[in-house]
């Protein structure tokens, strides 16, 4: 993880967002609702911007914050997205409409563990943005992995856990913590080590893990 003063001057250098970003921002404060951290953010759009794809899955729509700036990065990108919670996800219909981005974003109702089979139907895709339920993180990877693309990219979000993937575990005192924290380096020890993919962790935000997927092997 970054030194708390430099990445307070990385995210001091970010541009301005619009107005209608500031206030999905300034809502997922308020109530709580997890949306990636400003830096993060930029990374992931940016590693998007430079492999220009054309179709991209969301795993956690949220309320369509990362779905809205992901298909404003990439204007000839569609976004298949979706979300469990029904609160978030109806608000993510609305701010998907008002952000006149509703006919590139569609936003599936459901749990991604059991409508792969109808999300199947929406690719093949070139990319996949995991950003959900972080103990489930490899069965989403598995379950989505072969909807994508050779040459696709998969970057998971909250990879680095607020740094406690690095800590000793038998020094998290909170038990579903402990077993969380657990979930999420076991997954990425073996993301790092899956045959099909190159992968990397970048040290920004609360930790992005990019991987590659490799074509045939001849």
Known sequence: MLEPTLHAYIESMI???SGPIKDMESYAQEHGVPI???AGMEVLLQFLRIHSPLRILEIGTAIGYSAI???SAVPKASIVSIERDQDRYDQALLRTKQ???SSRIRIYF???LEIHDQIRNEGPFDALFIDAAKGQYQRFFE???PML???GMIITDNILFKGLVAEKQDRIDNKRIRSLVKKIAGYNSWLMSHQGFD???IPVGDGIAVSIKRGEQT
């Open 15 to 17: 541009p301005e967002r």
């Open 36 to 38: 990636m951290e400003a």
């Open 69 to 71: 700036r992901m298909a």
């Open 99 to 101: 952000s006149d981005l």
């Open 110 to 112: 459901g749990d991604a």
């Open 143 to 145: 379950l989505y992995e």
């Open 149 to 151: 693309n050779n040459g």
């Open 199 to 201: 992968t990397c962790i």
